[in-house]
Structures are given as structure tokens and as C-alpha cells.
């Protein structure tokens, strides 16, 4: 018979229950007898069905196809039928908390409710031109290759629990609608990618991601949801979607380093905000006015590399690839 | 040790401190930085020039890194953002078929990028190369009593992959080991590894605000007399920002952001002026009376 070895693990979950301590979370420690091959679901189901009946958690196909089992452990986002406990447990012990950036409904269970609204608001569904052809929609194999990477997600939640901006702004599409609706946006079959990106361009789309790879990180199936959000932007800039500060950001930058291989923090600012935007440069003032105080105003002629020229050759050569 | 120094943009624009007090730790650290090496290279593209055009951003990371390989040195950088993307370039690199392509283009210039030396950051540099007992002996003012909240910038932290945090686990925990071995206590938050909203304070204002005002607020309601940063954007973001933040949340906050060649600086016994610690927005004087140094 295979040999294991049985350890005890101390397993400390946050619980919220809206009838027990007036709705307030709390934290509560369970010692687990556990094996070597454990995943931290299977700690979670030992303790639901040996020692706290009361324990909510959610969880289906335990092989992480069905996504329902997103939890925070240690504070990151994960699956937990995926995640081995020998690997996360540090000095035997491990916290486990329901995903970030959905209300509670009971102990790890969250509400999905506003990840649902989210990923229907991109309309996450073929809409495709011209006539309805007898058969299917047919799509040539090459041009459907790189999305099956997109295809791949889950919708299990984990980048959506874990992204840094959904946690100060609620509006923001996050980082799952956002690769959804690049899956669709990069079909070739789908006829409304201008209107698509039209209203991607619109605050809380693609412009409000930071960039943090919260998501690239958590993500269990490698799905890379920032990479397609910057997709988008390019795929925006390319089709003119370009009068917003995002867009200009992006289009300075890239301008500035094209021609003096450095970057020049005044002009990028300048740039992207519009020399004549005399509103909003006004509101920058008193930061630029504090800085200036304690000395750090950087200089408006910066350094430049000093061979321009190449690096300008590098950009001729590779911009419109 | 020798060094191509990779100063980024920041330090030679809105962080000049940075720069200053870079130069200052590493004599002391037995670091050579070579400043001429690397006087053809360009920005690394900050994440930005990668939105739209990876293979152009991973070039000229690419060409960055072979200037430096020309003169047989590695890449020292003080910035997380100037780091992970080097990083990430260089994990890319690791594809033959890629390298190839992009080797070519560099063949135009004489260039070569093999990737046999990594990029590395100061504060890997210290943690692994100096490492715990070197360093140890050469601090001559025990930072005792000062607590401070490590924050350590989004690319010095994600992806674990390009960084390799696999290979070298230390990197996870090496802000907070260096607190430990000035003698500092760590105040641990759970923003250290988050997003200071830098990218998008041009863009987005008030997300950006909301998260310069939780970290801030956090750490300094958890007791930290500073927070400690990597990465010379964190600290703009975070330094800069920071008055206006607290207006935001109407409160006070007032915690000074200090970079990590500032904190290595104090540690080994040298002068706040020379380190440029006065030349923040948020006041450092209190933190400076705190370890009885006069401000
Ligand atoms: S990279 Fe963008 S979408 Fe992904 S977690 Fe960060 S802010 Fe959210
Ligand atoms: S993108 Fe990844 S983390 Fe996000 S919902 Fe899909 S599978 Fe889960």
C-alpha cells in the first residue's frame, strides 16, 4: 500500500455569517490531521465533514475545470482544488479567505453577482456580419489559434478577487470581461469591433487597468488578462479611438523615447494632458509647486542617450510590426 | 563587484535623491558602478512602449543589456519598474527562435545579446551577493526602534515567473530582511505587494489617490514612521501625492516615503544631507529626530 505521512495542519478560515456576531467577519482556527497529497480543498472538505458542519465553502468538479472553488490563501487569489497544501503552508500553518472584490454571502462563499453584470456588459457573445450563412460561422484555423489561450478561462473569479484597481474604483470592467471581450474582439468572424472598442474607450475600460499583473499572476489558467487589456489598447489607438488620456499617455511616451531614446517626465505630462488643457494642467500645479519646494522638479531638458540615432533606427525598423 | 549602472529615467529626472544616494552606499558596499557603459541606452519602455509593441520593447531591452555584455558587465538597476521589465524581456529571451530575431537587429550595431549575466536590482544585489553577514559588518548606525513599512512596487514582485522567485526565493521576503538587518522592525501590511497607482495618475486620478491614501493610511495607523521603496515611482506616487490623498480621505497622514539606498545610506552611518533625505514632500524630520539625527 502507498505510504503517506499524516501531519496536523492549523487551518485558519475567515467566516462571515450574516446571523452570528451582528454580520462581522471573524477568524477561526481548526487543527487538521492532513496527508502529504492534500490540496487545500481537500483540507476544507475534511474539516466541513469531521469537525464544523457549519462551514460554507463552494466547490464542484475538484479537477479545476468548473472554476467554483476560488479562495484567497495567504492573501492571493487561487484555486484551491489546484493548490497543494505542502506547497503553501508555511510553518503549518495556512489563512484562508473568501476572494476580494465580491460581497460575502457565507464564509468563502462569495456573491458573483457583479463578476456575472461585468462579463454581460461586454456582451460576451458572437455578433457577426452580413448574411447567415446555411452552415456554421466559419473562421480560418490560423486566425483562431491565439485565442484559445483566452478561450481557456474559467470564469472562476481569482484576477477579478485579486485586481488592484477594482479594490478603489467598482466600475472598472476587470481584468476577466476584459479578456472576454477581447475573445470576441479578436474573432475574425465578429463584425461590431469598432463599437466594441468604442465602448471599451469609456470610463472604467481598458484605460483604468494600472498594469499591477495582479492577474497574470493569480490566474489558474493561464488566461493573461492584461496582456489581452493591452491588446486592446493598441487595437483602440490603431482604429482612432485615441482623444483620452490613456491613449495619449501611451502615444507620447512611445513618441518621446523614439526620439531621445530617454524619457522627460515634464513633456510626457504636458503631452498627455494637452498644452493648452490650461484646466488641468492648473490642477497639477500644487503638486509641481511642492516638488519644486523640496528640490525634486525634474529638469525640463533631460538627458537624452547618446546614440539617438540607433535606437530611432531600431524604432523605423519595428513600429508597424 | 563591478557594475553597468542603469540609473532609469526617474533618478536623472523627478528623484535626483535617488541617483545621489545610490552613488554614495555603494563605495561603502564595495559596488563599482561603471557610468559610461550604458550612456547609449534607452528607456526600457516602463510597461508603457510593451502596450503597444512587445518585440520593440523587448529589442531595445535587449540592446541595453548587450551594451552592457560588450563590456563583459552585468546590469545593476534601482528602479522595480526598470528591473521587471528587463526582466520579463530577458525571460522572453530565454526562447532561442525569439533571441535570434531580435539578435539580429542588434547585429546592425555589433551587438549580441546572450543573457548570461542577468539584470539585477541593488537590493537582489545586497541580499544575495553581499548577503546577510557582509552587510551586517558594515552598519554602523543600528536603525533601533525605527519601524518601517516595506512597499515593493508591482514589477519587483509579478510576475514570479520572469523574476525567479523559484530559483531565488529570497527575493520575496528581501525588503523586509533588509529592514531587519538595519535593525529596523518591519511593520507588515497587506499592500506591500500592491499597485501604488502611479500609471494611471495622469489617467485616472482619484483611483490612483484612493491607493496612495489606503497604503499610506494603513501602514501609518499600523505605526510605521516610514515606508520604504525599491522603486523611484511607488515613491513619486506615493510621496508626492500623498498631501493630496490624505485631503481626500480627510485625515492626516504624513509618512514619509524613503528609497532603499536611503536607508542603506543611515544604516551605514552616513550623513541624511549627503543621501538627500530633506529633498522629499513629505517631511522626513520627524523620522530623523526619531533616530536622533538631526534633520
Ligand atoms: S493588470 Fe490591470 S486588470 Fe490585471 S489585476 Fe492589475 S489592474 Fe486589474
Ligand atoms: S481570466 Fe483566469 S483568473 Fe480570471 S476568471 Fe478567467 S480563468 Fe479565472
Redesign the pocket.
Known amino acids: 500500500m502507498l505510504q503517506t505521512a499524516k501531519k496536523t495542519i492549523q487551518i485558519e478560515i475567515k467566516r462571515q455569517d450574516p446571523e452570528i456576531n451582528n454580520g462581522e467577519s471573524y477568524n477561526q482556527i481548526y487543527d487538521v490531521e492532513v496527508e502529504d497529497w492534500f490540496t487545500v480543498l481537500d483540507a476544507l472538505i475534511k474539516i466541513r465533514e469531521e469537525i464544523d458542519g457549519t462551514l460554507s465553502l463552494r466547490c464542484a468538479c475538484r479537477a479545476s475545470i468548473c472554476g467554483s472553488c476560488a479562495m484567497r490563501v495567504n492573501g492571493q487569489a487561487k484555486l484551491v482544488c489546484k493548490t497543494k497544501l505542502s506547497v503553501v503552508e508555511k510553518n503549518n500553518k495556512i489563512l484562508v479567505e473568501p476572494v476580494g472584490n465580491m460581497p460575502v454571502i457565507s464564509d468563502l462563499v462569495a456573491d458573483f453577482k457583479p463578476f456575472w453584470d461585468k462579463f454581460n456588459a461586454v456582451e460576451p457573445y458572437l455578433k457577426p456580419e452580413g448574411e447567415v450563412p446555411e452552415g456554421e460561422y466559419l473562421a480560418p484555423n490560423d486566425d483562431m489559434v491565439h485565442l484559445v489561450g483566452v478561450m481557456n478561462c474559467i470564469m472562476c473569479g481569482a484576477?477579478v478577487s485579486?485586481?488592484?484597481?477594482?479594490e478603489v474604483k467598482d466600475n472598472f470592467l476587470?481584468?476577466a470581461a476584459?479578456a472576454k471581450s477581447y475573445r470576441f474582439i479578436a474573432d475574425p468572424r465578429d463584425g461590431s469591433q469598432f463599437e466594441r472598442l468604442q465602448n471599451l474607450e469609456k470610463d472604467g475600460g481598458i484605460w483604468d487597468?494600472?498594469?499591477?499583473?495582479?492577474?497574470?499572476e493569480v490566474c489558474p489558467k493561464d488566461v493573461d488578462?492584461?496582456e489581452r487589456?493591452m491588446s486592446l489598447r493598441s487595437k483602440s489607438i490603431e482604429n482612432k479611438i485615441d482623444k483620452n488620456y490613456g491613449a495619449r499617455h501611451a502615444k507620447s511616451f512611445t513618441d518621446l523615447i523614439k526620439n531621445n531614446g530617454i524619457l522627460n517626465e515634464v513633456l510626457l505630462i504636458l503631452r498627455t494632458k494637452g498644452l493648452f488643457n490650461i484646466i488641468e494642467l492648473a490642477k497639477l500645479l500644487p503638486i509641481a509647486i511642492s516638488a519644486q519646494l523640496a528640490g525634486k522638479r525634474p529638469p525640463f531638458f533631460s538627458h537624452s542617450s547618446k546614440n539617438k540615432n540607433q535606437i530611432k533606427k531600431i524604432f523605423k525598423k519595428l513600429e508597424d510590426k | 563587484m563591478k557594475f553597468a549602472f542603469f540609473p532609469g529615467c526617474v533618478s536623472r529626472g523627478a528623484c535626483p535623491e535617488l541617483y545621489t544616494s545610490t552613488v554614495k552606499i555603494s563605495g561603502i558596499l564595495g559596488i563599482e558602478l561603471d557610468e559610461k557603459a550604458l550612456e547609449s541606452a534607452s528607456c526600457t519602455g516602463a510597461g508603457v512602449l510593451q502596450e503597444k509593441n512587445q518585440l520593440l520593447g523587448d529589442t531595445l531591452n535587449a540592446r541595453n543589456i548587450a551594451l552592457a555584455e560588450k563590456q563583459n558587465l552585468p546590469i545593476l538597476t534601482i528602479c522595480s519598474t526598470c528591473q521587471g521589465v528587463m526582466s520579463q524581456a530577458e525571460y522572453r529571451l530565454e526562447n532561442e527562435e525569439y533571441r535570434a530575431q531580435i539578435n539580429e537587429t542588434l547585429a546592425d550595431e555589433g551587438l549580441e545579446y546572450t543573457g548570461k549575466t542577468p539584470t539585477r536590482h541593488i537590493l537582489w544585489i545586497i541580499v544575495e551577493e553581499i548577503g546577510e553577514k557582509k552587510f551586517k559588518s558594515l552598519v554602523k548606525r543600528q536603525l533601533d526602534g525605527l519601524r518601517l513599512a516595506p512597499f515593493y512596487g508591482c514589477y519587483l514582485v509579478r510576475p514570479s515567473k520572469a523574476l525567479k522567485f523559484y530559483e531565488k526565493p529570497e527575493r520575496e521576503t528581501c525588503l523586509e530582511d533588509l529592514t531587519e538587518w538595519v535593525g529596523a522592525t518591519v511593520v507588515d501590511f497587506p499592500g506591500k505587494t500592491a499597485?501604488c497607482g502611479f500609471p494611471i495618475v495622469t489617467i485616472n486620478e482619484k483611483a490612483s489617490l484612493k491607493m496612495v491614501g489606503n497604503h499610506t493610511s494603513t501602514a501609518k495607523d499600523l505605526g510605521a514612521d516610514a515606508m520604504v521603496t525599491p522603486c523611484p515611482l511607488c515613491h513619486l506616487n506615493l510621496d508626492q501625492y500623498q498631501d493630496r490623498a490624505a485631503g481626500m480621505m480627510k485625515r492626516k497622514i504624513d509618512l514619509p516615503i524613503i528609497h532603499v539606498p536611503q536607508l542603506v545610506g543611515l544604516a551605514l552611518g552616513l550623513d541624511p544631507e549627503e543621501l538627500k533625505i530633506n529633498k522629499h514632500v513629505i517631511s522626513t524630520k520627524k523620522l530623523l529626530t526619531e533616530i536622533s539625527l538631526k534633520p
Open positions: 484576477c485579486d485586481c488592484t484597481v477594482l476587470g481584468p476584459l487597468c494600472t498594469r499591477c499583473m495582479q492577474c497574470v488578462p492584461m487589456i | 499597485c
